[in-house]
């Protein structure tokens, strides 16, 4: 037991250690203006600094005494100032310093409220005024520690009473110890990926070790690590790519934690443009390719076989390989960030930047990733069609496949005929970028529209192959927790496959700014809105089948639940963007953003983490801690509206997405009210505590896969195929001499109504009248 | 057969995850542990960035443009990239070697009942392959409507110099580029220039004759079996000697060109693609609408005076080109399974039991002329 413990600590010490480096750098970035007065000078003359005009400051020491006062000159020379002699000014400054206090000598000079101060430009008859001068006088304090960083601004003007033909010029100094250097933002993501491979090396040791610590041997460590990594079984390529998916989904985290970071305050600089560029097209495409269609394919894997009395896929090895060219596709699409030249072309890769000289050389290889990834998705598409088709037990009819099934059937349809789409368009921007092919070439006539329609050829259906498997994670969890069949089963499945097809006539609505032909913005107008018909039969049916059972609130029922409320609101949210007209106003907003976080983390990932806590105990034989799932339901799921919700308003008022910053000034274009920097900071807050939240689920996978409870082979009452199994399955998962028979759908088995369930059965008054005694 | 759940059971019988594996022994025949898939994924990755560093394209600042360089140097990676690719195949055939028919998979479910799983597999993979080539031929119908004939704007007189617009292959393939122009009709009825694409055409086509012929031969059991195994063989060989026609003459019509004969004598000429200047980078191609065949300073002849013009065809090159190189890999990619079949069946490793795997073999390659069917009047005639 001792052993467990110190490893367990071990473990939280790393994971703190790794939370640490990533937040460490911020707390050491230099503090700013709000308008990012320091960047852009005063309401200077001029739109740009001048090197003209010199300013100096002098009195500063050698030696910062802290603590100590020193009076500073604030001169400069050059640039239009006193050519004319009739001026009636010279000249004006603004002094911003970062530490320690300023205050005027004398009336030449005003203090701001912020700190700084600037020349007075009253008129007084001792001194004369204040912008009458080249030269000001002012006090500096110098704080009790540390240094301090003086940013000086002087205009230099002609005096003629119009700012025409002014200009100003900038000085920055430093004075005392400075703060060190903060790490660059790619430097952070870098040490933090590594450090996650590391731990999850170390997962793998720590796991090897458990499963018998008493036979620990180095020795035995190969075979056993060589049979995961060889294996064509479905259950253990399985695991490799839900071991992949959640890994992967930490990185995304990471990338959208120190993006956050960012944007935490107006004209932040904690990422450059160029770092913040690379962050959120690395943030997409890890969560979407890397993350969510990973653990998709690693439930796919799990659960397909089982479901449908298979005894395993139909092409195994193909399976692997369709597995192993995530990882080697990940080390493409990576290498540009450990190059610091990371992709920067957003995850849709828009032509024609992405064949242009100015696009990072990363997105080079980004593409050749991805290209491996549309391979992996063909391979594997192909080998679960081939499964559906052909490997289900004898009996089972098309119309007796369990929802799950089914899903992923319509899913993996709609991704193996749209994504080749996607293939050759990569195939293509990879030859412009290499050997000079000129298909989005503008200067040789290339249609960057072209590449728009291949990829949202595939890229609208790739979002409904995400949402479908959540949708048929939903009805399995659901119908088991409100022990009865699913409320219109036909109608369920009608609704996946007409969302199948309306979702490849739908993708013109990601254009409708691109200038693609106006009846065609129409048609997909009106078929958009018809996505809504299926979904809508969807969420009425599982309202339904919760209406009409008996709900029991285990850890994955919250989550179902969970999901309806948000994947609701973010269904809501959608119904916006096919308006053409609302549309164009709400394009590239953080509305936008809001909208499909609410689909992709509302939907598909709280979808994907029922299905983990439901499926769990039948792949590891172990029952997973229901307080920590609690606890990680409810801090995730209110964490994560603090982040998403906000962010409508955010956009309604006009905060650009794809943006590495944003101001709060009264500036006529950006008019961001106040109040958006404190939604900024209060949505970097609830993301550090939703990427927090997740460790729990981890903890609870890697602890209760250990030492949970056994669990038996139906634990929750369900009625497919799988639950026919031990928990873990046999290999073959069913016996392929003896394949399984069909159980009635009415038999639920469970009725234990879980830890939350007992809490609001305590709370309600039951129907008997309370239970008194007559 | 025991199925005892337990991978610790597993082990006793386990065999190589190198291979050969043993059919006899496991579930549902399939090997269940094996180094290909790993190898393959990595192979492919290394493959791609090798090829991301020989081909390589760098900005000029200063011209504006593009600079192009096959950095030889560094094909290191790409070809251990590929070496590790195709070591990854030799072990999945390795497994695959001791697979004699008699653990054929089938199908449960309706409405495939029965049927091999396998040739499900290979119809849906056909099914994205379809996807595949109907991408590249919406770029192709894209850029084809959406361009100006080169020889439709010079009539026009509407163009400025240096213009994009679209000078198809087959311009220089079928209708009088430069070369072809001068050159001899050494058969009368067709550009010489356009014979490599017809001995293709008819290279492919009787390819897909000679698989069918394998099939049935494989098929044919009164055949003995010495005499099945090497005209079994000698069938596939045909084919895939067939199908290196096919790719030789590819790069014959793209890089090398060739004629009988030589200069004012020569009987038959058909210059390259290359020679004739449609390239990728062609992005001053120089279009003459009018040959002088009477003046001009070698044999060739020169362009009629005012008849020339500057153009920008790179376009319809990179579609001429990407198109057709798309399906030269599908072509070698047929042949390396040829390659690994003809061994296989000279070894005596196709019967009247396990001919299927020609037949499914035969549906990829029926699929891969089909296109070419497409591709050949889309490319070289029209």
């Known amino acids: ?774 | 057969m025991s199925y005892g759940g337990h991978d610790d059971d597993h082990h006793d019988h386990q065999h190589s995850h190198w291979g050969p594996h043993d059919w006899t022994h496991g579930h549902g025949g399939a090997p269940h542990n094996s180094w290909a898939p790993i190898m393959m994924a990595f192979g492919a990755s290394f493959f791609l960035l090798g090829f991301t560093k020989v081909f390589t394209q760098t900005w000029d600042d200063n011209a504006d443009l593009w600079t192009y360089a096959i950095h030889s140097s560094e094909v290191g990676i790409l070809i251990a990239g590929l070496a590790i690719f195709f070591a990854g195949i030799t072990v999945f055939w390795r497994q695959d070697w001791s697979h004699d028919g008699s653990y054929e998979a089938k199908s449960e479910g309706t409405p495939f009942r029965t049927i091999d799983i396998r040739k499900v597999a290979l119809w849906m993979f056909l099914m994205s392959e379809m996807m595949v080539f109907s991408s590249l031929f919406s770029t192709y119908l894209r850029y084809r409507t959406g361009f100006d004939n080169c020889e439709a704007l010079f009539e026009s007189g509407l163009f400025v110099e240096g213009q994009s617009c679209w000078l198809p292959a087959s311009y220089f393939i079928a209708e009088g580029g430069y070369h072809q122009e001068n050159a001899h009709a050494a058969l009368g009825f067709m550009p010489d220039t356009l014979i490599p694409g017809a001995i293709n055409t008819f290279a492919l086509i009787i390819s897909s004759y000679t698989i069918v012929l394998a099939l049935k031969t494989a098929k044919d059991a009164s055949l003995s079996d010495a005499e099945r195994n090497s005209k079994v063989g000698k069938y596939l060989l045909t084919t895939l000697g067939l199908a290196t026609l096919f790719l030789i003459f590819k790069m014959v019509e793209w890089f090398i060109g060739f004629e009988i004969g030589h200069g004012e004598d020569a009987l038959f000429h058909s210059p390259s693609l290359l020679a004739d200047g449609f390239t990728i980078h062609a992005s001053e191609y120089t279009y003459c609408h009018e040959w002088d065949h009477h003046g001009g300073a070698d044999h060739a002849g020169a362009c009629a005076a005012g008849s020339s013009a500057i153009f920008d065809i790179r376009m319809a090159a990179s579609t001429f080109y990407v198109t057709t190189g798309t399906h030269g890999v599908h072509v070698f990619g047929g042949m390396v399974a040829l390659f690994y079949m003809v061994i296989k069946a000279f070894r005596g490793g196709y019967t009247p039991e396990n001919a299927v795997s020609i037949e499914y073999f035969g549906l990829y390659w029926h699929f891969v002329d089909l296109v070419w069917v497409l591709v050949f009047p889309a490319f070289y005639l029209y």
């Not at chain 1, 100590?68 to 911003?96: E, K, Q, V």
């Not at chain 1, 369990?402 to 059937?409: A, E, V, Y």
């Not at chain 1, 927790?481 to 309306?502: D, E, H, N, P």
């Not at chain 1, 998962?733 to 028979?741: T, V």
Request: proline letters at 6%; a negative charge; aromatic letters at 14%.
């Open chain 1, 1 to 774: 037991m001792l052993k467990i413990k110190r490893n367990s600590r071990a473990l939280a010490i790393l994971a703190i250690l790794l939370i640490a480096v990533a937040i460490a750098p911020s707390a050491q970035s230099y503090p700013f203006g709000v308008s990012g007065v320091q960047n852009d000078g005063c309401t200077c003359h001029g739109q740009s600094p001048s090197e003209e005009v010199v300013p100096s400051l002098e009195g500063l020491p050698d030696e910062l005494e802290f603590g100590a006062t020193y009076t500073l000159n604030i001169t400069f020379t050059g640039g239009p100032s006193g050519t004319d002699p009739g001026a009636t000014a010279l000249g004006g400054f603004h002094l911003w310093v970062s530490a320690g206090s300023l205050a005027p000598v004398d009336d030449k000079v005003k203090a701001n409220p912020d700190g700084s101060v600037t020349h007075n430009g009253i008129d007084n008859e001792d001194s004369g005024q204040g912008n009458d001068q080249t030269l000001w006088q002012v006090e500096w304090t110098a704080p009790s520690e540390g240094g301090a960083k003086f940013i000086l601004h002087t205009n230099s003007v002609n005096g003629d009473g119009t700012s025409g033909g002014d200009m100003y010029g900038r000085l920055t100094m430093d004075v005392g110890p400075q703060p060190t250097e903060q790490a660059s933002g790619l430097t952070v993501l870098a040490t933090a990926i590594l450090l996650m491979v590391m731990i999850t090396l170390g997962c793998v040791l720590w796991v090897f070790y458990r499963q018998s610590p008493d036979a620990f041997a180095w020795e035995n460590f190969w075979p056993w690590f060589s049979d995961f990594i060889t294996s064509t079984d479905h259950k253990k390529v399985g695991s490799l790519y839900m071991v992949n998916g959640l890994f992967f989904l930490g990185v995304g985290g990471l990338f959208a934690m120190i993006f956050r970071i960012q944007l935490s305050s107006p004209g932040n600089d904690f990422l450059t443009q160029d770092e913040y560029n690379q962050f959120f097209t690395m943030h997409g495409t890890t969560m979407i390719f890397l993350a969510a269609m990973p653990m998709i394919a690693g439930f796919a894997n799990w659960i397909v076989p089982l479901q449908l009395g298979a005894s395993d896929l139909a092409l195994p090895r193909l399976n692997a390989l369709a597995f192993w060219l995530n990882p080697a596709a990940a080390i493409l699409i990576f290498s540009g960030i450990f190059s610091g030249q990371g992709a920067d072309t957003g995850w849709t890769g828009y032509a024609p930047y992405i064949v242009s000289h100015t696009a990072h050389s990363g997105a080079t290889l980004w593409v050749a990733g991805q290209i491996l990834l549309v391979a992996s998705s063909t391979i594997s598409g192909i080998n679960f069609m081939t499964t559906f088709c052909t490997m289900r037990a004898p009996g089972m009819g098309w119309m007796n496949m369990p929802l799950f099934s089914w899903s992923m059937l319509i899913a993996t349809l709609m991704l193996f005929i749209s994504i080749p789409a996607f293939g050759i368009g990569l195939i293509q921007v990879l030859l412009d970028r290499t050997i000079g092919t000129v298909f989005y070439e503008v200067a040789a006539g290339g249609d960057p529209l072209l590449w728009s329609h291949l990829f949202w050829y595939f890229g609208h259906p790739e979002v409904y192959v995400v949402v479908l498997p959540a949708f048929g994670v939903i009805s399995e969890v659901l119908s088991t927790s409100a022990r009865r069949t699913i409320f219109g089963y036909k109608s369920m499945v009608f609704a996946l496959a007409g969302i199948g097809i309306i979702g490849f006539i739908v993708y013109g609505h990601h254009m409708f700014t691109s200038g693609m032909s106006p009846l065609l913005r129409f048609v997909t107008m009106l078929t958009t809105m018809l996505v809504a018909v299926p979904t809508g039969i969807k969420i009425f049916n599982w309202l339904q089948t919760m209406h009409g059972g008996s709900l029991v609130y285990r850890t994955h029922t919250l989550w179902a639940l969970g999901f309806l409320v948000t994947f609701t609101l973010g269904g809501i949210s959608g119904m916006y963007f096919p308006a053409i007209a609302m549309d164009l106003h709400l394009h590239e907003t953080y509305f936008v953003v809001a909208h499909f976080h609410y689909v992709f983390v509302g939907g598909i990932v709280f979808g994907l983490y029922s299905g983990i806590y439901y499926w769990f105990p039948k792949a590891t034989g172990r029952m997973m801690n229901e307080k920590l799932g609690i606890l990680h339901f409810m801090t995730g799921f209110i964490s994560y509206n603090l982040i998403f919700w906000p962010m409508h308003r955010l956009g309604i008022q006009g905060m650009p997405r794809r943006q590495h910053t944003y101001f709060i000034t009264t500036d006529e274009y950006f008019a961001l009210p106040p109040e958006t920097a404190d939604w900024n900071m209060m949505i970097t807050i609830a993301a550090f505590m939703f990427f927090a939240s997740n460790f729990i689920l981890v903890y609870n996978m890697i602890s209760s896969g250990l030492r949970g409870r056994k669990a038996p082979s139906d634990p929750w009452g369900g009625w497919s195929m799988e639950w026919m199994v031990t928990s873990p399955p046999p290999t073959p998962s069913h016996d392929p001499s003896n394949l399984p028979n069909m159980k009635f759908a009415e038999v639920h088995d469970d009725g234990d109504p879980g830890l939350f369930g007992r809490l609001i059965e305590w709370m309600m008054i039951p129907e008997d009248g309370g239970g008194e005694e007559e």
